[in-house]
């Protein structure tokens, strides 16, 4: 039986008010601080982040369905996060990225 994947799918917007020759996207680093910060939490699981279709996705597994929705949400919560943060609930045999139900975060 396959295990309950979600998927964090984070808009790539560049940062507000940026300086010349800064990183467009510091929230990044925020975001993998927070999900690797979860290994033994609660036995969730975490993937390194990737670009994938005009936003970063990291993918949270080894928990229920609500468990891993409220990572999602609090991913989506964190400060400089862009709006328009949102989830795929799939599973561990899906054939490629975004095929699943979709929850709206931000």
């Not at 808009?11 to 290994?39: K, Q």
């Not at 990737?50 to 990291?58: A, I, L, R, V």
């Amino acid at each position: 039986m396959p295990d309950a994947v979600v998927e964090i799918h984070i808009p790539l917007t560049p940062a507000p008010d940026l300086g010349e020759g800064d990183y467009p996207f510091p929230w990044i680093e925020s975001v993998e601080e927070f999900v690797f910060g979860l290994e033994g939490e609660g036995g969730e699981a975490y993937d390194d982040g990737e670009e994938h279709d005009g936003h970063y996705m990291f993918d949270v597994w080894q928990g229920s369905e609500d468990e891993l929705l409220a990572i999602a949400r609090r991913v989506a919560e964190i400060p400089g996060v862009p709006t328009g943060v949102f989830a795929v609930v799939t599973d561990t045999d899906r054939e490629s990225f975004g095929e699943g139900r979709r929850v709206e975060l931000s």
